[in-house]
């Protein structure tokens, strides 16, 4: 895998193999986070999505620049309007626990319901168009707490642990294939909300320019111990040229390339960092009395408890465990990305290619989920290139006005649809353990 | 007056959309159930599958009016129907070969089937961005409208405007015929009801001599007919987009649950529940509430429950409170 | 020679021990055998090898003559030979009457006499059958189930444990029915619990003890047998 990615370094560019690095590795803390919940606990979350797009919140929230006159225009409205769901919330918590009779209890809770979203939307409408209205085309939304960008990665965790946790409590006694539905349909709704409150992340309109915890490439050019070190790591290339002026113009270039790939490097050792620790951490775990604990509930829910195990807890704790790390991804790839993108949340890209990570790696192994997690991303930014290059070798006796080719060429981005379907079709019929399946330790 | 100008007014923008739509989505819904209900697994690739099928009615819409074959005032699309079912239930019926067979011969978990179709998704996908694109397309031809909004308040007198699309009407009626002809072959014939001896308990159907390869094929044709009318009326209706369909398989999900998953009936009903909530929920009642209340009533805000960017929100809400409540689904009595 | 008959049976599930072995069982035509055995004596296991649910190591199935060792479950059904199981032998989402057609899916032409044929023998049928089977009571469900495997006019029917579950009243009524399909020269091979009601309708019994013939003859004589009242009849 290192050297497939070494191979794009030499043939395409360091700067391209760098950023399919820190994309893999991003999707191998997604994977990471697949993989517990499957792996460990058998459980289906087809919401990566929309744990993703909370960590990704998160970054916003916590590391933009408050703005305050949206702030005074409508902020305590919407305190208010929280303050009123808070208590829809207890109101409807403490009525399911009082009337015994369902046609009343449905009766109040639905009226509790409609009456709290006329309330709040009387009251948020004028406040969010308030804020909306302040210099939309920069902020328009609440902005963040300005705090640095590092510390929203274990808040975008939190927002999924804590959105996972509720949905966990009402969604995990299902069979696993609606599950699977729900979980599906409950990300959509997420993401949905967070595409249309403008007031929260600007919605479709994007943030853009997030705070880095990496330097800029900007700064880089013009700091003098970077120019010094790209001298001296290309002085024999340097050496060669002659004339001053030249030799000016080809540093000059050198410290912009090598700008983008030292930032690029930079993400990827924090992201190395957070990859390492998470995988001794869940190596850790799996092989711990508690792991192996979640593998005989994996195994047999039933006779797991019978002996006195809790499933639904272990199952909550692990969907909850499971949705953070991927929330952390989600903030991570926000952080490497610099801008917030609502719109491109969708589930074929941010679901079922992390389910095809996961399962082509091995379920249930660490190691197999980051492989899959490098060599399923690999594919996917690979393939359209990939594809061109065959689509040339088949159809090179054909003219290059051919229709045909001109059409096959036009669509090579969607080959990847295509390899990543075969594979995952192959992985599941002739190695349905995965790549590197799950080791049994025994004690 | 006021009353009727009211009632058009939910007619034209709530009820109408919502009977076409929840038309559209009953198609799918009864899909996916069919599927779940005798194969035994939630497809993931419905909507795929439906645009699969839809694609090639586009394709020969376009071929048939480059040889100037048209349906008169009907859209060209309806002659393409025969031969996109027979490519749809092609695809599908090669898909359960070198696909889906083998895990139904392992007996394997419906998981793992489950995840199976993601990769035929998958696949489906990259065939129809490949063949046609991921472009908008409209094959709409033929009368756009049976009555238009000018006319029928020059035939009434009325303020309120009745648009009547023919694709709606369309759409209804051969969802209607459709859906008989369906519940007639499962309720009536013997093929029918073997296929729903089959879904109700597989053992015992193969005791009493039910032949599951014939099951099997006559799901997927019975299926193949379901998506590709459904995607097709879909697209005549709005237009053809491939991640449009893919993403209406969740509304589809969520009518086939609402309904009970593996009830065809519960579908098709669920279909409507879904699409009603979705209008009712998101239209703005102001006009309405103009015309019925007196003026010192009136409201000044749109009088609107959620805003429309939450459409797909409500259904999923919807099914998730049916999937906490009574996951069985929310009509009682027959299965299928 | 009995007109079903299984010759030596031995078998077993994959790689593990043999359960029944050299077993010998057969029915003829207008006969009522019960299999009768302690717990774990492989009367279950006889019976699937009988229908090809489980293959035999060696030993062979006859029905009329005709050696289907090597028939799958499908086309020994074709053959004629009924199977009612214990659990889940109704369509429950199904009517009572769609249950009787459905069991007679393999046969050509047409139904209704056979349907009549068998409201004539269960006549609750006959006031039930546009209910669905899933709301009938344990009693009335297992008379579906007779009433669905008699539809393909079977030759043999086997029956697994037909009283499992159901109070000694419906188990007396279920009984009769049994000893009426007996006359409609149907071989009737069934597994039972209830031991002593189980011989008495029987014309004959195999005890069965560690998957091998224990004891066998008529119902009578085995409810006589001091040997085998003391060990299985508990009396």
Known sequence: MVFLIILVGIFQSWSIALSILNYCLISAVMTIGANIQWGYAGLINFGIMGYTALGGLAVVLISVAPVPEAWNAGGFNLILCLMIVTLMVTLIKFLLTKYKSKKNKIIAITSIIVFGILLIRSIAIPAIESIESIDPAKTGFLGGLGLPVLFSWIVGGLFAAGVAFIIGKIALGLRADYLAIATLLIAEIIVSIIKHEDWLARGVKNVIGLKRPAPYEIDLQNTEWFINLVEKFNSTKLKLINTVSERQDILAKLVIDASSVFVKLCFTSLFLVVVVTLLILTQRALYSPWGRKMRAIRDNEISAGAMGKNVVKEH??????????????????????????????????????????????????????????FAVWFLWVQAAPMSIFLINFFTVHLPETNELKIHLINSAPYFRFLIIGIGLLIIMRYRPQGILPEKIVKH | MDFINAIILLLNFTVLPALTYGSQLALGAIFVTLIYGVLRFANFATGDMMSFGTMFAVLLTYYFQSLGINFGILPTALLTIPFAVFFMIFYMLTMDKFVFSYYRIKKSPPVQLAMVSVGVMFITQAIIRIVIGPSDRRFLDGEKFILKAKEFKEITGLNEGLTIKSTQILTIFITIIVVSIMFWFLNKTKTGKSMRA???NEDLALLSGIDPKKIVLITWTIAGILATIGGILYGLDKSYRPFVYFNNMLPIFAAAIVGGIGKPYGAFLGGYVIAFAEIFLTYAYKKFFIYILPDSLEPSSLVQLLSTDYKFAISFSILVIVLLFRPSGIFEGKKI | MAFFEGKNMTAGYDNGPDIITSCNLNADRGEIVAILGPNGAGKSTAMKVLLGLLSLKSGNVIIGGEDISKLTTQDRVKKGISFVPQTKNVFSDLTVRENLEVGA?????????????????????????????????????????????????????????????????????????????????????????????????????????????????????????????????GV
């Open chain 3, 105 to 233: 899916f393999l046969r050509m032409g047409n139904i209704e006499n056979v349907i009549e044929d068998i409201f004539d023998l269960f006549p609750i049928l006959y006031e039930k059958k546009s209910q669905i089977v899933g709301e009938l009571s344990g009693g009335q469900r297992q008379q579906v189930a007779l009433g669905r495997a008699l539809m393909m006019k079977p030759s043999v029917l086997m029956l697994d444990e037909p009283t499992a579950g159901v109070s000694p009243i419906v188990m007396d009524e279920l009984f009769d029915h049994i000893i009426k399909i007996k006359k409609n020269n149907v071989a009737i091979i069934m597994v039972e619990q209830n031991a002593k009601q189980a011989l008495s309708i029987s014309d004959r019994g195999y005890v069965l003890v560690t998957g091998k013939n224990k004891f066998d003859g008529s119902g009578k004589d085995l409810l006589n047998d001091p040997e085998v009242r003391r060990s299985f009849l």
């Open chain 1, 316 to 373: 909550l704790l692990i969907f909850v465990l499971g949705s953070a790390i991927v929330g952390l991804a989600g903030a991570m790839m926000v952080t490497n990305d610099g801008l917030f993108t609502p719109g491109s949340y969708r589930p074929m890209r941010y679901t079922f290619v992390i389910w095809v990570m996961v399962i082509v790696g091995g379920t249930g192994n660490n190691f197999g989920a980051i492989l899959g997690g």
């Open chain 2, 198 to 200: 089959y879904s109700d």
